[in-house]
């Protein structure tokens, strides 16, 4: 294939110390709580982190993401700069630094619980007072409504006249505590630029979903922030994006008639055979999955926010993450001030981040500033093209390791196979006092419907080592690398 990265390294399975950087575990706890995309293994990046930093050093993710940089860096005790341009990014990774205690949101999701759960109910109640657990839809038709019976059996009922009365009841609500989600023309991701928020949701769930918000709001701000995530989070099954499963096992000669319920993968396909679900039941789902989670996290690490740069620089506060562009919020940095820099990039068109996370962002009110998101976007009005993309990242590079202190670490992540996309990373390189060192590949944890269905995405990222003004003292971390699996001294082949 022309254009192309040949992968050609080969896994030592006999190499022990670094033996999960192969065999990475699943996302689990705090780090499986969200489904925001990108999260790379645990286990690479607590080896980036130990190897390449002490105690009390600074490091700085540019496009924090997840969070969970953030995270693994605090809970060694070193200092963390992150920045993302991306609201829910940061709120996320406030999260993750931040953790709220067990106790405090069990006490808060059960008051909910107590004020709106009946209230959310209401709106899906049978004619034989049963709730609705679920409703399958053709178009904007109900085909069936589901109740829970004996032992949580399902029971499929036909739909009566009280069900649609009940649903016509909400047809003229408006949202009042929801954003106005900007979408663009980008059919790679089903959008276009007259969609609202009203062809995501039924004006039910967005009803439902209003009555959590209210009270959500009323919670001091570490628990809020916590629940209005619990809610992005469950929102995706929420909406009308749920499709229906059926012929399950048709391959194999077992297929069965029975429609099962799908998920919001990604993107905003509305398949016309979809599900409405109980908004209620939704939201509990989730948070009880960050309950079990906190549940069992024995320590939360010490953090100390910082007001500013100068502030995490010159005093024993620990962390500081900033909302913005990284282009210029990163020429604010002294130079010389960081020991390491790990991130995961943008990779050109592989992931449109803000695009994917409107509806997100539209739930916890924040207008994502799109003009500055570095990004080759599919939808065309934005003007985001390959060329511009690969200057910017070339600059935010250059002045990546202007702040790196001598021996300093750059340990960037990257997936692509299309050399287009390399171009920056092929001309930083070539930056005075800058070394690179080689480069390993990073299996993933999960599987990923990006991953394995975009054209030109890799099974698995490089991890790209450089290195500023290399002196003895890293002499043997750098020999030591050679013990990663699939370690190479050089860049993959490029292929023309």
């Given amino acids: 294939m022309k254009n192309q990265i040949e992968i050609d390294f080969k896994i030592d399975p006999e190499v022990e110390n670094v033996r999960m950087l192969s065999n990475p575990e699943g996302y689990k706890g705090i780090a499986a709580f969200h489904k925001y995309w990108g999260k790379k293994p645990i286990e690479c990046l607590n080896f980036i982190i130990e190897k390449f930093t002490n105690q009390n050093d600074i490091i700085l993710d540019p496009f924090v993401g997840s969070g969970l940089i953030a995270l693994e860096t605090l809970k060694r005790n070193r200092k963390f700069i992150g920045m993302d341009i991306n609201p829910i990014s940061i709120e996320l990774t406030t999260l993750m630094a931040e953790l709220p205690s067990y106790e405090r949101i069990k006490d808060a999701v059960s008051e909910i619980e107590k004020k709106v759960k009946d209230q959310i109910n209401s709106c899906y109640q049978t004619q034989n007072n049963s709730i609705a657990t679920h409703y399958l839809y053709s178009g904007n038709e109900i085909q069936s409504v589901w109740i829970k019976g004996h032992k949580n059996q399902r029971i499929e009922l036909s739909p009566d006249k009280n069900d649609i009365e009940l649903l016509e009841k909400f047809r003229e609500y408006k949202t009042k505590n929801i954003g106005n989600p900007q979408f663009f023309q980008n059919s790679r991701i089903n959008t276009d630029k007259a969609m609202t928020i009203y062809d995501l949701f039924t004006a039910r769930a967005l009803f439902c979903i209003d009555t959590l918000i ?46 099962e319920v799908g998920s919001w993968a990604i993107g905003y396909w509305r398949s016309t055979i979809h599900f409405e679900i109980n908004v209620w039941n939704c939201f509990l789902n989730k948070a009880n999955k960050l309950l079990k989670s906190l549940k069992y996290i024995d320590k939360n690490p010490y953090v100390n926010i910082s007001k500013s740069l100068e502030d995490i620089f010159d005093s024993g506060s620990n962390l500081l993450l900033i909302l913005g562009d990284t282009r210029t919020e990163i020429k604010r940095f ?142 043997s971390v750098i020999n030591d690398l050679s013990s990663i699996p699939g370690w190479s001294n050089s860049y993959p082949v490029i292929r023309s």
């Avoid at 929102?235 to 194999?252: P, T």
């Avoid at 511009?388 to 935010?396: H, K, L, Q, S």
Wanted: hydrophobic fraction near 35%; charged fraction near 25%; charge should be neutral.
């Fill in 334 to 475: 002294r130079d010389d001030s960081i020991d390491l820099v790990i991130t995961d990039p943008p990779h050109g068109d592989r992931i449109p981040y803000l695009e994917l996370s409107s509806m997100w962002n539209a739930i916890l009110n924040a207008e994502p500033q799109y003009s500055n998101e570095i990004v080759v976007s599919n939808a065309k009005e934005r003007g985001k093209n390959l060329t511009t993309y690969n200057e910017i990242m070339e600059e935010v590079t250059t002045q990546l390791f202007r702040v790196l202190k001598p021996d300093g670490i750059l340990a960037l992540i990257f997936n692509s196979t299309d050399i287009k996309y390399w171009e920056f990373l092929i001309n930083t390189s070539k930056h005075n006092g800058i070394s690179f060192i080689g480069c390993f590949p990073m299996n993933y944890s999960a599987s990923s419907i990006v991953q394995d269905n975009r054209r030109g995405a890799l099974k698995q990222d490089f991890v790209l080592i450089y290195i500023k003004c290399p002196t003895a003292n890293r002499e």
């Fill in 214 to 259: 209210d009270q959500i709001n009323r919670f001091e701000p570490d628990i809020r922030r916590a629940l209005l995530l619990v809610l992005t989070s469950s929102s995706g099954q929420m909406s009308k994006m749920v499709f229906a499963i059926a012929n399950r096992g048709k391959k194999s000669g077992l297929s069965s008639d029975k429609i």
